[in-house]
Structure formats: C-alpha cells, structure tokens
C-alpha cells in the first residue's frame, strides 16, 4: 500500500476543496497510507518529515523551508501552489488564461465597458501576477482599458491597515464608472469591497466585483456577497492524485504544468448590475436573463417593449454584439451548464428546466 503524505492546508477552502478530490480518487483507486494532519498553509514542514520511510507527496509549497524540506526527502512529489519560481517538482493547478476569460466575459456580459484589477502586490505570488497580466491582456484585445492597483512588493513592509484601505478607496474613486473589477482571489475582494463602502462607491451598480476561487465561507460572508470563478478544485485534487499515483509506479512527470479548466463563475450580488447606456435595453437584457428559461422568443420580448421589432433587434446587435435569439440560447445554455456543473439532475430534467424542449 504507498505510503503519502499531503502536506495541504486545512485553513482555507483552496485546500479543503483539494483534500476532497483527493479522497475522491482514493475512493476509486486507493487505498493509500496517508500521513495527514490539520495544518496552516504557511505551517512548517513536520519533523517527521526528515525520517520518514513514505512513497509520495502532494503538498501546497508556499516558502523555501517547506520545499527544502519536501526536496531532501528525495521522493516523487507534486506541489499544488505554484507560488516558488525554479521548483522542480512538477505542478499542477488551474488554468488562470480561462478563469480571467470567464471572469471577464462575465463582466462583459453585463454590459460594463471600464475595467479595473486589484490584487496582492507584483512579485509576491507569480500565479496572482500572472491573473493581472492575463486580465491586462485581456481587456487590450477586447479593445477596452484597463486600471490597474500597481504596487510592488517589498520583504519586511509594513502598512496599516487603514492606510492601505484609503489608498485603495482613493484608487477606486477616481476609477471611470461603472467598472467592472476583477481581484486576484476572494481574500482580495474583501479588501476591495470594504474601500468601497469607505470611498461611498455602490456595488454593483458603480462598481461591479468579481474573484476567484469561490471560497464560500468568504462569499457568502461578503457584502454584498460576492461573485467569484469556481476553479474546480475537486478536480485538480483528483488530477493531482493520479499524477502521482503514475510517478510512484515508475512513471515520469511532465514538464509542463498542468493546468485545469475552472467549472464556471457562481454569480452573486456583487455583480448584479447591467452597465448598459441604454436603458430600453437594458431592461431588454434583464427580462431574457430572469425568463430565457421559460421558453421565452423574440415575440415575447416584444410584448415588453415599445420598439419596433426592427428596431429593438438592431439596437440589441449593435450594443450586445450578437442577436436576441443568441442571447436567448445563451442564457439558457449557461443555466444548463451550471446545472449539469453542480447538480445530479438526469440530463432531460436538465434540459427543461433551461428552456429547450428536448435533450439533442
């Protein structure tokens, strides 16, 4: 039976999330031995650790002390952080171009056309880093600019907390609204969310939030409660598992890290708000998004609305960048997603419930 330790945070729900995919594989492919206590994510390596007779680790590296350590044992190991630059172990986590694109689509989606990033200082977590260049880029293609909270980190800093809370109300004010804001992870949100009620911003309508991680013990706290990427932990647990189920039998890792596809934005209140400039549209676009899954068509949009088909359809293109009918589809097919993602509804149940008639 092999013997592993997974040296994961129980703190926080990124690593819980973990621990559950992982004993979601061992349910179907163990067992293992598992070394495993409840730990901080910055907690230091076990002293058992250096004479211990283990087969494989899974472990969250936050700091060099941690990877020394998970080094010298000399056994097969996958980090799940990411956070240390030339760690060679190989590394797996999500794919952060496509949780930016879904968090920014989402934004999109809402109509908002200024777009902001905050997150942990530049160069304290390269993953973090790579979520704002990615958001950068992002928004340059969509054509639109993007403000971003740039500080640099510095070792050994210390600023108050009210300090930094002002600096970032200031920031946040002289913003173009409405914005649609992106932070690194939902520790960060908080952070954004508090400035705002200090800098008298609303959320959503002035500024709209979303993160990532959906840590629920946080988005559910939040207020508003906050809109954030689900990152499909639970799979990465389970990937991770598996690769090193295949290392300890022989099998060498791949070089290049894996990334997994987030399972979708869970969107609440702090995003609820359509920044669109026309109003007749605007109500347009929350009608379909509050009864696209009522089997609702274009005719019954009309019987909302005081302009001509003609023209609430080129109005709704040139705004939207796509049809009533598209928008229509859309709508529904997210709710499909969304329920096929987090439910156990047999497909056919599934498919009414988002307004399609049948499942092909």
């Known amino acids: 039976m092999p013997r592993v330790a997974l040296l994961i945070e129980t703190s926080r729900e990124y690593g819980r999330g973990l621990l559950r995919g992982i004993a979601w594989y061992l349910r179907r492919h163990g067992p293992w031995s598992v070394y ?21 680790i899974l472990a969250r590296i936050n700091n060099d002390r941690m990877a020394r350590a998970v080094l010298a044992s000399g056994l097969p190991a996958v980090d799940l952080r990411g956070a240390l630059t030339g760690l060679e ?54 054509s639109y600019k993007c403000s971003i909270f740039g500080e640099q980190y510095k070792p050994g800093r210390r600023e108050s907390w009210e300090r930094r809370q002002q600096r970032i109300a200031v920031w946040l004010q002289n913003l173009s609204k409405p914005v649609g804001l992106m932070c690194s992870s939902d520790e960060e949100a908080l ?42 932990l639970e799979e990465i647990g389970c990937q991770a598992a598996a690769l090193l189920d295949r290392m300890m039998a022989g099998e060498k890792p791949p070089e290049a890290a894996v990334r997994v596809p987030p399972r979708s934005v869970v969107a609440r209140r702090s ?34 609305c005081t ?33 096929l993602a987090r439910t156990q509804l047999p497909v056919t149940k599934v498919a009414v419930n988002s307004g399609f008639h049948s499942i092909s």
């Open 36 to 56: 495993f206590h409840p730990m901080g994510l910055d907690d230091p390596p076990p002293p058992w650790l250096k004479t211990w007779q283990g087969d494989g």
């Open 191 to 232: 952070d954004v969310l508090d400035a705002c009620r200090r800098a008298e911003l609303a959320v959503p309508d002035q500024v709209a939030v979303v993160s990532v991680d959906n840590d629920e013990y946080i988005c559910l706290f939040a207020r508003p409660t906050l809109t954030s990427v689900d990152v499909n």
């Open 89 to 142: 172990l190989p590394h797996i986590g999500p794919d952060n171009r496509m949780v930016v694109g879904h968090a920014l689509d989402h934004l999109i989606d809402r109509g908002f056309r200024h777009f902001a990033f905050y997150g942990a200082p530049a160069g304290q977590f390269r993953f973090l880093d790579l979520r704002r260049a990615l958001f950068q880029d992002l928004v340059a293609q969509s």
């Open 271 to 304: 995003t609820e708000a359509w920044a669109l400039p026309d109003e007749q549209i605007g109500a347009v676009v929350r009608y379909i998004r509050d009864h696209a899954c009522e089997g609702i068509d274009v005719d019954s949009l009309l019987e909302h």
């Open 307 to 339: 302009l001509s088909r003609r023209t609430l359809e080129r109005r709704f293109k040139e705004l939207m960048g796509r049809t009533l009918n598209a928008e229509i589809l859309r709508v529904r097919l997210e709710s499909a997603r969304r329920a």
